[in-house]
C-alpha cells in the first residue's frame, strides 16, 4: 500500500525531493504547497495548494515533505509534530534555543517518524569508510585530520537566505551542519568548540574522552576539497572528494592507493540522496535512521548554536 504524501514548497521540494518519491514508487503524491499561484502544475496529477495548512487538512497525508527556508519551516515542524504526522524537513531547523526545546517536548509526545534530510549519509564511500572505521577500532592514539573547502553556490545569490544568518542562514547553519553530521556519523556525538576563526576560515575542537581531532572548515576556496583522514597503526586511511559535486565522486584511500571509489548518476546525485533518507519510512535501516532522525538534528542544531559563530 502506498503512502500517501504532501510536500511543501516548489523549488528545493520540486527540483529534487519529488523526483526521489519518484524514483520509490511506494508513495502518492496527492498536493504540494507554495505561497503563490502557478500554472505550470496544472498538468500534474497531484492538486496545487497557496496554502500547506489546507492541504493537510483537506488530503490528510501519511507523510509531509518540506523544503522552504528555515524560518517558514519552524511553524510547519511544530503543527506536523502536535498533530502526529511523519515528516522530512531539512535543516538548518531553528537558531533559537527555545524553540529546540518546544521541539524536544513535542518529540517526547510524538510516536510518529520524524527525519530529517542529511543525504551526505547516504554517501557509498561515507558508509563505506565507517565500516573501515568499525574494523580499525579508532583510540586516542591514531590522528585524525579533516577539512572541508569550499565555495558554495549559492553566494551568487546575495538576496539567498543561505547566505543571511538572521534567517537561519550561512555557511555555518549550512554545510557544517552537513559536516556536523557526516563527522558524528563516523566517530559518535562529540563536543565541539571554535579555536580560532580568520574571516571565512574556521579551526574547530572536536573531543570526546576517546578522542580529539581539529576540523578545518573554509567557505571561500577556489576549489572544492573534502578530506578525512585517519592514521591507524601503519595504516592512513582517507575519504576524499576533490570536484565541483558536493555529493558525487568520493573516493577511499588506503595509504597511497584508492580503495573504494562509487558514485551515484551524474547530474542526480541529491536525487539519488534524498531518495535513501525518504525510503526510511517505508524499510528498515537502524543505523541511518538513528543518524538522520529529527532528535540528531537537534542535537546538532544545539551544538551549532552554542558556537556562537
Request: net charge positive.
Amino acid at each position: 500500500m502506498q503512502k500517501k504524501v504532501c510536500i511543501i514548497g516548489v523549488n528545493y521540494s520540486y527540483k529534487i525531493l519529488f523526483q526521489s518519491l519518484k524514483i520509490l514508487k511506494n508513495f502518492d503524491i496527492l498536493g504540494i504547497a507554495g505561497r503563490k499561484k502557478r500554472k505550470e502544475f496544472k498538468k500534474e496529477k497531484f492538486l496545487y495548494y497557496t496554502s500547506w495548512k489546507n492541504m493537510i487538512d483537506e488530503l490528510k497525508p501519511d507523510l509531509v515533505v518540506i523544503g522552504v527556508p528555515p524560518k517558514e519551516q519552524e511553524k510547519i515542524l511544530e503543527f506536523l509534530l502536535i498533530k502526529n504526522i511523519d515528516f522530512l524537513c531539512e535543516k538548518p531547523i531553528t537558531n533559537d534555543l527555545k524553540r529546540i526545546n518546544l521541539y524536544k517536548n513535542l518529540v517526547k509526545k510524538n510516536s510518529n517518524k520524524n527525519l530529517i534530510d542529511l543525504n551526505f549519509l547516504t554517501i557509498p564511500a561515507i558508509q563505506k569508510f565507517k565500516n573501515i572505521i568499525k574494523k580499525i577500532k579508532i583510540s586516542k592514539k591514531d590522528q585524525i585530520k579533516i577539512e572541508w573547502f569550499l565555495k558554495p553556490r549559492s553566494l551568487k545569490d546575495k538576496l539567498s537566505w543561505k547566505n543571511n544568518p538572521k534567517k537561519i542562514g550561512g555557511e555555518i547553519n549550512n554545510f557544517f551542519f552537513h559536516l556536523i553530521s557526516i563527522i558524528f556519523y563516523l566517530f559518535g556525538s562529540l563536543d565541539i568548540s571554535l579555536i580560532s576563526k580568520n574571516k571565512n576560515f574556521y579551526n574547530f575542537l572536536f573531543s570526546s574522552r576517546k578522542i580529539n581531532f581539529e576540523v578545518n572548515f573554509f567557505t571561500r576556496s577556489k576549489i572544492n576539497k573534502f578530506k578525512i583522514e585517519v592514521n591507524n597503526r601503519n595504516n592512513k586511511y582517507s575519504l576524499n572528494n576533490n570536484s565541483k559535486d558536493y555529493h558525487n565522486n568520493y573516493f577511499i584511500k588506503k595509504n597511497n592507493s584508492i580503495v573504494f571509489k562509487k558514485n551515484f548518476l551524474k547530474d542526480k546525485s541529491r536525487i539519488f540522496a534524498s531518495k535513501d533518507i525518504l525510503s526510511l519510512f517505508i524499510k528498515k535501516n537502524q543505523e541511518l535512521e538513528k543518524h538522520t532522525n529529527f532528535n540528531k538534528g537537534l542535537e546538532i542544531q544545539k551544538k551549532i548554536i552554542n558556537l556562537k559563530c
